[in-house]
């Protein structure tokens, strides 16, 4: 049995082996936190995008997408926070130098504790075998009940003192807590002091103040600054909404857990603008259409859940995020938020331009509300390919390692393989080739024995894998494998499109 970190290892060394992720100028020993995708990988992103913008923008008559650039105006951030409020509290261990993310460093606390409660859940349950009530066990055993207590009133503390800004007290709970420096297990603390998450850079050659723009921090704000455009130039009615898929960057403290936090990543964003007053309704429907999206890829529900904010930020008047059980436990992988119309409203103050929508039905102007929902796309890759990633071993006691893909994710869905290097079967697999090149993206490959290259593409995730032999000059068929059941048929040629294609389908 391999243990969580064990397989995290597995899974991130796989993903440079295979061509899915490698660290960002490795030949200079990388730069932290960045991250370059190989020629699998693309590919996995592309097939996530597509998913996404065709479930947003396709499949919803009053959605339309939009490509803002990554600069922005300045004011901009100014309007929508940023440059005052977008800060994590950091603290720096005297000893080890390491700087850490102050409240994560609490919540890590918080997770050992109910470590200990899950732990006393699992002894009970040994205990009362199949009478045994987990409800009634956790809302009446003393032990458990203490521990909840201190879960409730750290949490308490720590998220009050740092919506006061009172970071004194955040540094004065880690000192009550006793929390140590995970790397050197001292004590020694710096003041905890706030750090602003935007990268920022010059515009033009006059490197003064006035020219100081930032790499965006979010997409959102492309589509609120476009707002107006759209509506006007779509002439869309409320409720209606605006996607967006592009980078994003932020100088995060604490960059760590391969592609799940780096400077440099991906969003897919929407934003749906909506009647004020229908914000609640429209924030419910969209959580659960963001599930259903989730599930639709195949992986079970018992991966994901709910996890409702604990502090709402400024703008919203609700937040959940959906968390993935990625390797190293339950971690968000979307945030869906009730933004009101903080933002329009802002851009409407700063600018000056009027941000209003004329209501026909209630005849009435206003600035609309705002529903969002935001995915890391990084961290969907890394949600699904950690998911696929499967070791396996097989009835003549060999070993493999699938990545079980969704079908229609999978980078590259069938491979044409000649048995021999010889014979014609190479010209006759390259002229299955081009007859499925154009619909799927396949692979040929004639190096290497038969056995190499199916496992070589178990190893990728491609769903099918269609060898050519001798027979096949004979009567146009050929065998195809599938990935998962390793099951091979004996099929016509005209079939072969046929048989991928039904695969692909059902998830979208
Ligand atoms: N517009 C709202 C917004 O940006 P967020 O919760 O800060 O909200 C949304 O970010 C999503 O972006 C997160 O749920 C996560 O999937 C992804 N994300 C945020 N920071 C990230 C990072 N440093 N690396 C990778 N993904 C990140």
Redesign the pocket.
Known sequence: MVNNEDRFKKIIAHAKEYGFVFQSSEIYDGLAATYDYGQYGVELKNNIKNYWWKSMVQYHENIVGIDAAIFMHPTTWKASGHVDAFNDPMIDNKDSKKRYRADVLVEDHIAKIEGKIQKEVKKATKRFGESFDEQQFLSTNPRVLKYQEQIESIKKRLYSSLEDERLDDVKGLIEELGIVDPVSGSRNWTEVRQFNLMFSTQLGSLSEDANKIYLRP?T?QGIFVNYMNVQKTGRMKIPFGIAQMGKAF?N?IVARQFI???RE?E?M?MQFFVRPGEELKWFEYWKEQRMKWHLGMGIPASEYRFHEHDNLAHYANAAFDIEFNFPMGFK????I?SRTDFDLKSHQDHSGKKIQYFDPEINESYVPYVV?T???L??TFLAVFSYAYTEEKLEDGSERVVLKIPPFLAPIKAAVLPLVKKDGLPEKALEIFDGLKYDYLCFYEEKDSIGKRYRRQDAIGTPYCITVDHKTLEDNTVTIRERDTMKQERVGIDKISEIIGARLKGNQ
């Open positions: 979010e959102a932020r995060e799940f936090r780096m990543f969003q964003e968000e992988l979307e945030g938020h969002e935001s995915i890391g990084d961290r």
